[in-house]
């Protein structure tokens, strides 16, 4: 009897916690789905509606009339996914060369470099925002893919995670490397980046979620509509107090938010799990 | 095929010299073992050779060429590791090919070495597969081909055994001095095993503290230690060390008021009076009949089969082991009279460690 009962409250616990977290979701599936009346004047039905194909494609194409004119989601789409592949790749590529460099050679000043890049981890995007966005002002590039992007790329947690990788490569194997003739270069190509694999497709899925989920740095530093994100598109999609929100849109908008990160994480899967499996270097 | 040329080389790290000259002069096709305990300088002086280190004084020659200032990987030398150091993400071939690969060597003289060096190291079906699929014995033999597909001048092994379980270790030991022979290749050798050293070495350089304390081959350093730590270094069990003073009156060697041993013959008397240690290999030790000249007290005995190690203490306190024949009935507790062959015996100052 009381080992029927330790067998389904793990699971109640359980499902409820999954209730919790999918039915939201739920709720915004179904809501994309329904005319706009229905939602607004409430008790929303949970089952969904016929209306679905509609929402998506004014969504995608049509625009919104809240949102500033010639502004589409799929446009929004294409904006952030821009800016989150930017910066997730940049980020990885810049980090990897720098911790490459700074576990692999001896050059001068090479702790205090370290320590630099370790001390801008005291400084998130949000305490230097203001002299950054005068900056990327001054170089004219406000509205542009390159100053939604570029002070971003710059990543001290990125480093510090290769780094930590790097330093368990033993020092034989670069030592077999320097006899077998492969440079430095030749080196990072040939040994270091095949390593390092599981590790940029781990970081790869946590920046670019972190691309895409950017809202403060897009908002300051775009102004017209043809570069809005998708992220800043749903809080202009919430329309004003005299406005009307077009629910449907709404949630059509939020659903196809979600999907790229959704598709990076299911992707990337792969190679996490083998990143557990192949756990001997 | 080259020779190595060791001359007086030093390496420091800062103000802190870790070896003080060490000079040798390594033959064409030669394995000249290092061996020593840990930290006694013997695998820097080897990644000096190799050119992982630089050297801070002195010169290295290979081939008659000399290699301080030339990357290690213009030395025409291959090295293998204790740790393997193979690529992990790479194949079994791709391994074995990268140092070629990275001399600009054609494709397909490329294959053809690799294959021959796979056939030559029993690894013909193995090229496709990934290191971590290997067994250490395996691993090992493929570290191996990485260096004999080069045909390098020089075969360097940092301890390539010491990974590897004691039966293995054998079979690989036997591999690595086959191989080598039939190579031709010179090879340098470094290990703390003082087994492998012997069984491997056409020569050995025995290290302590940066210090070659002697070179030469097995069986010289076997029979003829120059100084104290060699003698207790090479051989197992390791050589008993017996404090003694020769008498005035007839150059005999008193261990104690009543253990008297008369001194080596064919030499020049040892000056009297002067405070020696004298060294007796356990195997030369035997079971006397009588009146021994050393009388042990039994504390332990160890019966191996083949033979018997008799752990005993001399009258003053002294620990004395003999290797006995397997047939030697020794009890715990009895009194053995042991013999020793005068002309076995080694005598040191004990004050510098130096054979006299």
Known sequence: MTRRRIDWLPHLILLLGVGIVAFPIYVTLVASTLPVAEIEHGPMPLVPGTQALQSYRDALFMGSTNLRSGAVVSGMLLNSLVMALVIAVGKIAISIISAYAVVFFRFPLRMVFFWMIFVTLMLPVEVRIMPTYKVVADLGMVDTYWGLTIPLIASATATLLFRQFFLTVPDELVEAAQIDGAGPLRFFWDTVLPLSRTNIAALFVILFIYGWNQYLWPLLVTNSASMTTIVIGIKTLLGGADAQTEWNIVMATTVLAMLPPIAVVLLMQRWFVKGLVESEK | ?356
């Open chain 2, 1 to 356: 095929m080259a020779t190595v040329s060791l001359r007086a080389l030093r390496k420091s790290y800062g103000p802190n010299e870790v070896i003080h000259g060490v000079s040798c002069e390594i033959a064409d096709g030669e394995l000249v073992v290092v061996v020593g305990p840990s930290g006694c300088g013997k695998s820097t002086l080897l990644r000096m050779v190799a050119g992982l280190e630089e050297i801070t004084r002195g010169e290295i020659a290979i081939g008659g060429r000399i290699v301080n200032d030339i990357e290690a990987k213009d030395r025409d030398i291959a090295m293998v590791f204790q740790n393997y150091a193979l690529y992990p993400h790479m194949t079994v071939g791709a391994n074995m090919a990268y140092g070629l690969k990275m001399r600009g060597v054609p494709r397909a003289e490329i294959d053809a070495r690799v294959g021959r060096a796979a056939a030559t190291l029993q690894l013909d079906g193995l090229l496709d597969r990934k290191p971590r699929q290997l067994s250490g014995g395996q691993r090992q033999r493929v570290a191996m081909g990485r260096a004999i597909v080069r045909d390098p001048q020089v075969f360097l092994f940092d301890e390539p055994l010491s990974n590897l379980d004691a039966k293995l270790r054998g079979q690989m030991r036997v591999e690595i001095r086959r191989l080598q022979q039939s190579l031709g290749t010179t090879a340098i050798y470094v290990t703390h095993d003082q087994v492998e050293a012997m069984t491997l070495a056409d020569r050995l350089i025995v290290m302590n503290a940066g210090v070659a304390e002697q070179v030469g081959t097995p069986l010289e350093l076997y029979e003829r230690p120059a100084t104290l730590f060699v003698a207790g270094f090479i051989g197992s069990p390791a050589m008993n060390f017996v404090t003694a003073v020769p008498a005035a009156e007839d150059g005999w060697l008193e261990i104690d008021d009543d253990t008297r041993l008369r001194p080596p013959p064919d030499r020049a008397p040892l000056p009297p009076g002067r405070k020696l240690t004298l060294g007796i290999r356990p195997e030369h030790l035997t079971l006397a009949g009588g009146i021994a000249p050393l009388t042990v007290a039994v504390e332990l005995v160890e019966m191996l089969g083949a033979d018997t190690i008799v752990h005993g203490r001399l009258g003053n306190g002294t620990l004395l082991l003999a290797r006995l024949p397997g047939t030697a009935r020794v009890k715990p507790g009895d009194r053995a009279p042991l013999g020793i062959d005068p002309a076995r015996l080694h005598v040191f100052d004990q004050e510098t460690g130096k054979r006299l």
